[in-house]
């Protein structure tokens, strides 16, 4: 069974930072890209970032570029996202999707982010 | 501002057919596929069309979609109860380098 554990959510104040976790089980992790998908509570959803088979090629949303991190450890069959100079306006449920070709396919059942002052 | 324009609501009577539709552009909907997501209020979103108007196993056929030029459609026949949830399409944007999302259908079955 295809499972995606995020985890690593919180609360922070803005200009703070997080790392998100998505731990996938139940499949061949090495064959999929990944993404990271948010949504704003009461909100639609927004892509954030999504990271290739091998990790060497990622891709952001133009809200995040340059404050978020996107990785992958083929080892651990974890994906994260390293979140820094956070905003108000991250605030979000955060989930993880597994890619099979051009569909995400799978999603974890997200993770809580708070930005707050 | 969404970059794929849904209707925010839509709503119907049990066994009837409803559809939502999914506008975008040339360099979304016009040149890559189209998925359809629907989200149950607190849980996450499931994929319920893929490639355009492919059904995963699973899901059942009362759902079908179609594309044409730069809009998409799904239909739901034989409404349900249970159908009531929030619809999402989306597609790659070429012109963005990312995935774009549309801002979202509430299906109310009255």
């Known amino acids: 069974e295809v499972q995606l554990v995020e985890s690593g959510g919180g609360l922070v104040q803005p200009g703070g930072s997080l790392r998100l976790s998505c731990a996938a089980s139940?499949?061949?992790?090495?064959?999929?890209?990944m993404t990271w998908v948010r949504q704003t509570p009461g909100k639609g959803l927004e892509w954030v970032s999504g990271?290739?088979?091998?990790?060497?090629?990622?891709y952001y949303a133009d809200s995040v570029k340059g404050r978020f991190a996107i990785s992958r450890d083929n080892s651990k069959n974890t994906v994260y996202l390293q979140m820094d100079s956070l905003r108000a306006e991250d605030t979000a449920v955060y989930y993880c999707?597994?890619?099979?070709?051009?569909?995400?396919?799978?999603w974890g059942q997200g993770t809580l982010v708070t930005v707050f002052s | 501002q969404s970059v794929l324009t849904q209707p925010p609501s839509a709503s119907g009577t049990p066994g009837q057919r409803v559809s939502i539709s999914c506008s975008g552009s040339s360099s979304n909907i016009g040149r890559n596929t189209v998925n359809w997501y629907q989200q149950v209020p607190g849980t996450a979103p499931k994929l319920l069309i893929f490639?355009?108007?492919q059904r995963p196993s699973g899901v059942p056929d009362r759902f079908s979609a179609s594309k044409s030029a730069t809009s998409a459609s799904l239909a739901i026949s034989g409404l349900q109860s249970e159908d009531e949830a929030d619809y999402y399409c989306?597609?790659?944007?070429?012109?963005?380098?990312?995935?774009?999302f549309g801002g979202g259908t509430k299906l109310t079955v009255l």
């Open positions: 139940g499949f061949m992790f090495t064959n999929h890209a």
């Open positions: 990271i290739d088979t091998g990790g060497t090629g990622t």
């Open positions: 999707a597994r890619n099979m070709k051009s569909d995400l396919d799978y």
């Open positions: 490639r355009n108007s």
């Open positions: 989306a597609a790659w944007d070429d012109s963005l380098n990312g995935r774009v």
